[in-house]
Every structure is written in structure tokens, then in C-alpha cells.
């Protein structure tokens, strides 16, 4: 996602200083916000309710911050930079509050007998389902990040390309590590549970694009996302350990998934 280079580093002169500051002054219930952060809040506003990252023009994203365009040179050194800037900040932010969403569960819900395979696979079943409730009302929580982010997956700049994409692969690393070490499923090969917990990231990225777009189907894309991260669950589980099929059809019976 290569922007065009915006020009030169503009002067910056004492009216341009003022403009910013009277722009950051806070009220008596606000908190202080600095230039940078109005010009990426401005940013993914626009971004995320209009068009992508790269058809923003610098003067439209100061004029939406409430600040001379000259000013954005004082935080960062052309466009480029910006919005790298914009989704390595607000990724890694990202990044940590959607780990908190299967975490939860899995610290709540109780170990299971580890002899008893019907059981580990109802508390997995369990995690997905309270998990997956927790995401989407992450993606309410953070809409405008979503959208912004997840257009860029396949946008027209390369820079941010990468940069999105592997966002997604470290929240699936995230999830990968966490599902080694707390779900107990019968299946241990780190490479197959890798590689699933980035099937599901993914489709979980774009199942949540569509509830931002659609909330009102909610309840039939939250049940979509379950059972997409059960029937991958099921299929781990069916090559590393055939022997556990019997026990694990009678859980997804039980659950209409089978």
C-alpha cells in the first residue's frame, strides 16, 4: 500500500504552532489528545465511513482533525509514514484487547477430566461459543478499526498490505499458542493447530466485516463463525486423533453439527 509522497517537509511557522495547540487544548472533561493522535482518529473516521486509507488527501484528514495541514509534518515525515504509523498503532492495540476474547473463556471455564476425550471437546465447544460472542461485540467496540483494516487486506498499497496481513497472522499466532497450551484438545502438532488458527482468524475477519455492514444478522453470522471454528476443530481432531471420532460425533449431535 505505497502512498504517493505528499512533498517536501513544509516550515512551520508560529501560526501553524499556535493553530495545533488551541486545537489540543482540552475541556474540563476531556482528555488531552496530541496532534498525532486527532490526525489518525481523523483518519480512520474517514476511512472507515467513506473509502480506504490510500484515497485520503493530507488537507482533507488536517481539516477533519481540526488542524493547519502544515502541522502534520511535525509528526510524521510524508504519507507513507502516517499510515504505517496509523495501522502498527492501532493493530497492536488490537491486537491485545481481541486475545482478551478467547482468554476469557478459557480461564473460566474448568479443565476438563483429561481422560475423558467427550468432555475436552464439549469445554472446546463451549470456548468457540463464548469466544466467538465476545468478538463480535469487539468488532462494535472497535467498528471503525475493523473496516478500516480489513480493507487494506487487499488494498491498492502494498506497504499496508503487509502490514495487515501480518497483523492477522500474529492475532492467529496469538490464538494458536493459546490453544496448545489451554484447550486441551487431543491433538498436538503445532504446525496443524497453526495453521487452523489462521483459517479461522481469517474467516473471522471477514464474517465480521459483513456484521459491521449487516448487524442485524448477528445471530445467523455469530452461529456461521461457531460452527466454521467447531468443523475445523473437527477435522484437527479427526486426523490426529481417529480414534476420539465415536466420542466427538456424540458432542456434535448434540449440537446439531454433526
Known amino acids: 500500500m505505497v502512498f504517493a509522497c505528499v512533498g517536501a517537509v513544509q516550515g512551520i511557522d508560529m501560526?501553524?504552532?499556535?493553530?495545533?495547540?488551541?486545537s489540543e487544548k482540552p475541556g474540563k472533561e476531556k482528555k488531552v489528545v496530541g496532534g498525532r493522535d486527532q490526525l489518525i482518529q481523523?483518519?480512520?473516521?474517514?476511512?472507515?465511513?467513506?473509502?480506504?486509507?490510500?484515497?485520503?488527501?493530507?488537507?482533507?484528514?488536517?481539516?477533519?482533525?481540526?488542524?493547519?495541514?502544515?502541522?502534520?509534518?511535525?509528526?510524521?515525515?510524508?504519507?507513507?509514514?502516517?499510515?504505517?504509523?496509523?495501522?502498527?498503532?492501532?493493530?497492536?492495540?488490537?491486537?491485545?484487547?481481541?486475545?482478551?476474547?478467547?482468554?476469557?473463556?478459557?480461564?473460566?471455564?474448568?479443565?476438563?477430566d483429561s481422560a475423558d476425550a467427550a468432555a475436552r471437546i464439549r469445554r472446546a465447544q463451549a470456548i468457540v461459543k463464548a469466544s466467538t460472542a465476545l468478538i463480535f461485540d469487539h468488532f462494535d467496540a472497535h467498528k471503525n478499526t475493523y473496516i478500516t483494516g480489513i480493507r487494506e487486506i487487499h488494498g491498492a498499497s502494498p506497504l499496508l498490505r503487509k502490514a495487515t496481513n501480518e497483523l492477522?497472522?500474529?492475532?492467529?499466532?496469538?490464538?494458536?499458542?493459546?490453544?496448545?497450551?489451554?484447550?486441551?484438545?487431543?491433538?498436538?502438532?503445532?504446525?496443524?493447530?497453526?495453521?487452523?488458527?489462521?483459517?479461522?482468524?481469517?474467516?473471522?475477519?471477514?464474517?465480521?466485516?459483513?456484521?459491521?455492514?449487516?448487524?442485524?444478522?448477528?445471530?445467523?453470522?455469530?452461529?456461521?463463525?461457531?460452527?466454521?471454528?467447531?468443523?475445523?476443530?473437527?477435522?484437527v481432531i479427526s486426523t490426529q486423533a481417529p480414534e476420539l471420532m465415536e466420542s466427538m460425533a456424540q458432542v456434535l449431535s448434540a449440537a446439531k453439527l454433526s
Not at 65 to 85: I, K, Q, S, V
Request: hydrophobic letters at 45%; one cysteine or more.
Open 15 to 22: 501560526k501553524d504552532e499556535k493553530d495545533e495547540k488551541k
Open 42 to 112: 481523523a483518519a480512520l473516521i474517514l476511512a472507515s465511513t467513506t473509502r480506504s486509507l490510500a484515497s485520503l488527501g493530507l488537507r482533507e484528514i488536517a481539516r477533519a482533525a481540526g488542524l493547519n495541514p502544515n502541522t502534520f509534518y511535525r509528526h510524521f515525515d510524508n504519507f507513507d509514514d502516517f499510515t504505517l504509523t496509523m495501522i502498527l498503532q492501532l493493530g497492536a492495540s488490537l491486537r491485545t484487547s481481541v486475545r482478551e476474547c478467547w482468554q476469557q473463556p478459557m480461564r473460566k471455564i474448568p479443565p476438563a
Open 168 to 235: 492477522v497472522k500474529n492475532i492467529a499466532d496469538d490464538l494458536a499458542n493459546d490453544v496448545l497450551l489451554h484447550l486441551q484438545l487431543p491433538a498436538d502438532d503445532e504446525k496443524v493447530v497453526r495453521e487452523t488458527s489462521l483459517a479461522i482468524v481469517r474467516q473471522m475477519t471477514f464474517i465480521g466485516y459483513e456484521y459491521l455492514e449487516f448487524p442485524k444478522r448477528r445471530e445467523a453470522l455469530q452461529q456461521q463463525a461457531e460452527h466454521f471454528a467447531l468443523l475445523l476443530v473437527v477435522g
